[in-house]
């Protein structure tokens, strides 16, 4: 459990909370005693196994295509340095800390479940590399998503033998052995079983799974606290948001994202005009239909979340290590292969969030674009600009969220529907989950950029509306909002200057969660 700077790591698993702490806030981990003794128990089982003669896969074999030979003894600390060294593979650009972070915890959740067969001092040493802020240099490009994420997690597991790069404290790379040095770590040479039992896993692709349900739970909060802007520059109806008409079509995201719209919009006097001038009888899709394709997503997060809450519970490994029954004495217990590695379950959720992350920032920019239109924006000028024509006013940050709309659809693409197989076909399919977490990644920060032009043009709209006097009807939470943007440096109306510092400074609003903070100052907590 997370117990503020500390994390411990028991036999059964980990939250996501915890992942977020280790990841980002460098919290400590700590295994805890019942961890210790169920790995020493598992180790047991593998010392009683090398000693026989019969080969044992992981043990006393090679590995994948190779595991027909037998390796004798003598060979066996060779078998698993060579295993980690030839599967340190990865190229391309690093991967972010936070990631890395969250692969390595993960790994030794998965070193505490007493199911992998390494030596206390193999998970000690790995909390100790976390502790110590080491983070070991990880390629982009090496997993297949399949056996785990083998090359991101060889590159961590070279690092505990102190060989490869490592990022130390101070934020200097360095060979790892002299970077472990610095900080008090001393390396550990591997024994049987323990360098697959560190490659092994579906960690890679998890963290990133954990870290983006983190992210997008506040971005669909700041989602559905835009459309309410937008909605109310637009002069729209908030009656499509009353809890009776999500109540006969029970999803419950959907129920989420209009209940937040209405707490924005409460006390608004903007609302409800769609009938004055240039009357219509109901709003845009874009608009009217931003609780069911939001709170989509927010079911689609929910599933997502399902999953990785069982990943997390989860030991992976192959072969495992099945404890005796009880009595049996020390040793007892039985090694066996298995196929929980494929990343199958996470790389299907890592794709479906994707989708939702492109539809709502495709709804969010057709609801920018229709406030910039002055045919469709019931009284606001051209581009939201000051004198049209002289000045252009947003009209390319429209262009520049959708050319990020453009990209979301694109990361869209399930990477998990493709298999290249590998290990001369014994590794015949595979789930290419750790691409698909790559990618959600880009879309995660594309949409908060999506959301963000949005609420820089609804709020420049809503100050428009002001200075034109309505300004006394816009509802207080709007109000609030506008006047924290403005507070944070983000300019409002007035003539054309560079828009992209406007524009940067509005993602961060939206990214560090000040956006749904301003709006909450006056409506509570929102979903």
């Known amino acids: 459990m997370n117990m503020q700077s500390v994390v411990v790591v028991g036999p059964s698993g980990a939250e996501a909370d915890d992942v977020v702490a280790v990841a980002r806030a460098g919290a400590r981990v700590e295994l805890a005693p019942d961890a210790l003794a169920g790995i020493a128990a598992s180790r047991a089982v593998i010392e009683a196994l090398a000693a026989r003669p019969e080969p044992v896969y992981g043990v006393s074999t090679g590995f994948g295509a190779l595991a027909v030979r037998h390796i004798g003894p003598e060979l066996r600390v060779r078998l698993q340095r060579s295993l ?24 030794l959740k998965t070193l505490a479940s007493g199911r992998t067969g390494v030596r206390p001092v193999v998970a000690e040493t790995m909390a100790a590399v976390l502790n110590a802020g080491v983070t070991p240099v990880v390629r982009e490009y090496g997993s297949l998503g399949c056996s785990g994420d083998l090359a991101p997690l060889a590159h961590c597991a070279l690092v505990l033998m102190g060989e490869g790069e ?48 983190a992210d997008l739970a506040g971005l669909f909060t700041a989602a559905d606290v835009t459309a309410a802007l937008t909605l109310e520059a637009l002069l729209g109806t908030d009656r499509v948001l009353a809890a009776e008409l999500h109540a006969i079509r029970p999803h419950p995201g959907q129920a989420a994202s209009a209940e937040n719209m209405r707490r924005v919009l409460a006390g608004s006097g903007l609302t409800g005009h769609h009938q004055d001038e240039a009357p219509r009888v109901q709003d845009a899709y874009s608009v009217r239909c931003a609780p069911q394709v939001a709170g989509a997503g927010r079911d689609t997060l929910a599933h997502a979340r399902l999953v ?59 609801r920018t674009d229709r406030l910039l239109d002055r045919n469709r924006s019931h009284g606001l000028p051209a581009f939201l600009a000051d004198d049209p024509g002289v000045d252009s006013g947003l009209m390319i940050a429209q262009y520049t969220q959708a050319a990020l709309v453009g990209e979301l659809k694109r990361l869209a693409v399930p990477a998990s529907v493709d298999s290249i197989p590998s290990s001369a076909m014994q590794e015949d399919h595979v789930s290419m989950g750790w691409s698909a977490a790559r990618k959600l990644r880009r879309a995660v920060d594309g949409l908060a950029r999506v959301i963000a032009v949005e609420m820089y043009a609804a709020t420049r709209a809503l100050e428009i509306r002001a200075a034109s006097g309505s300004g006394s009807r816009m509802a207080p939470a709007s109000r609030a909002v506008l006047a924290a943007v403005r ?24 990214r560090d969660g000040r956006l749904t903070r301003a709006a909450e100052t006056v409506t509570g907590p929102l979903a």
């Open 166 to 213: 490592a990022e130390g404290p101070d934020g200097v790379v360095g060979p790892a052995g002299e970077v472990l040095a610095g900080c008090g770590v001393e390396p550990v040479v591997l024994r049987e079983k323990e360098g697959l039992a560190l490659i092994n896993g579906t960690d890679g692709m998890l963290g990133m799974l954990v870290l983006a349900c």
């Open 308 to 366: 990785a809450e069982r990943e997390l519970a989860a030991a992976v490994d192959n072969p495992v290590v099945l404890l005796g029954e009880p009595g049996g004495g020390s040793g007892s217990g039985r090694v066996e292969s298995n196929g929980n590695f494929h990343g199958a379950p996470v790389g299907y959720v890592l794709d479906f969030l994707a989708i939702a992350v492109a539809d709502l920032g495709s709804i969010a920019e057709r």
């Open 84 to 107: 980690v060294r030839s599967h340190a593979a990865g190229m391309g650009p690093r991967v972010e800390r936070e990631v890395v972070r969250a692969l390595m915890f993960l790994r």
């Open 487 to 510: 507070q944070a440096g983000v300019a409002g109306a007035g003539p054309d200057r560079v828009l992209s510092p406007d524009l940067e400074a509005a993602y961060a609003f939206v």
